[in-house]
């Protein structure tokens, strides 16, 4: 089963506007990790963020974390159409060894 | 430095057969886990390996194994293959100290489809 959820599941923006993905989680993290997949292929990580961080910043993404909340938000600013993929959060959970992958929001950013 | 590489990138079988997918990890990499990723769900764990012992399994039926060789790379077999078994699999590398909850390093997956 899924242990996090992406909300909203679609998103379609005009290029250079903002995109905002939201994350929740059940259980107790190490840390949270997005990642992005165009077209069905491999997953490219983009960011991690530990259970003590709040905010984290990579070019033009900004991830924020809320552990009280359990959950995280994917900031992507000025878009490009080459933004356009599905986002994946992933969990990894203290005492697993494995991520904990949601169920994504397909991000379509329009020329 | 070449990434993760998969093999077969596509696959045809039919119900019952037996299908083997090959995975290399990132030179350097001693940990590899494998993920299945149906139509339209995120990626769900299946094993993970590091110096060639699991040390992860998930919710996945005996019909399902692996393994990991001397030189660290892995293969997925699965057995018995039913039409739920078509799905995007996924193989992911990462490299301790940190490993199986750092950053993990995926291939282009190898597609499966079960008719």
């Known amino acids: 089963s899924q242990q996090g959820e992406e909300d909203p599941q679609a998103l379609s923006i005009q290029e250079g506007e903002n995109a905002t993905m939201n994350c929740s989680y059940k259980?107790?993290?190490?840390?949270l990790q997005w990642y992005r997949q165009n077209s069905g292929r491999g997953l490219v990580h983009l960011i991690l963020?530990?259970?003590?961080?709040r905010e984290k910043h990579s070019g033009r993404l900004r991830v924020t974390l809320d552990t009280s909340k359990k959950s995280s938000s994917l900031l992507i600013t000025a878009s490009r159409a080459a933004d356009t993929a599905s986002y994946f959060c992933?969990?990894?959970?203290?005492?697993?060894?494995?991520?904990?992958f949601g169920t994504g929001t397909r991000l379509t950013v329009i020329p | 430095d070449a990434g993760v590489t998969q093999s077969p990138t596509h696959l045809i079988k039919t119900r019952g057969q037996h299908v083997t997918l090959r995975c290399s990890p990132i030179?350097?990499?001693?940990?590899v886990s494998w993920y299945q990723q149906v139509l339209g769900q995120g990626p769900q764990f299946i094993f993970q390996?590091?110096?060639?012992?699991?040390?992860g399994r998930g919710n996945f039926p005996d019909r399902f194994s692996a393994r990991q060789f001397p030189n660290y790379s892995s293969e997925l077999n699965v057995n018995a293959l039913l039409l739920g078994d078509s799905a995007l699999y996924l193989c992911?590398?990462?490299?301790?100290?940190?490993?199986?909850?750092?950053?993990?390093?995926f291939g282009p997956g190898t597609r499966l489809l079960v008719l």
């Open positions: 992933a969990t990894a959970q203290t005492g697993a060894n494995n991520l904990f």
């Open positions: 259980t107790s993290i190490n840390n």
């Open positions: 030179s350097g990499h001693k940990s």
């Open positions: 963020i530990r259970s003590n961080e």
């Open positions: 390996y590091y110096e060639k012992e699991e040390r």
């Open positions: 992911a590398s990462s490299s301790p100290p940190g490993g199986f909850r750092e950053t993990q390093y």
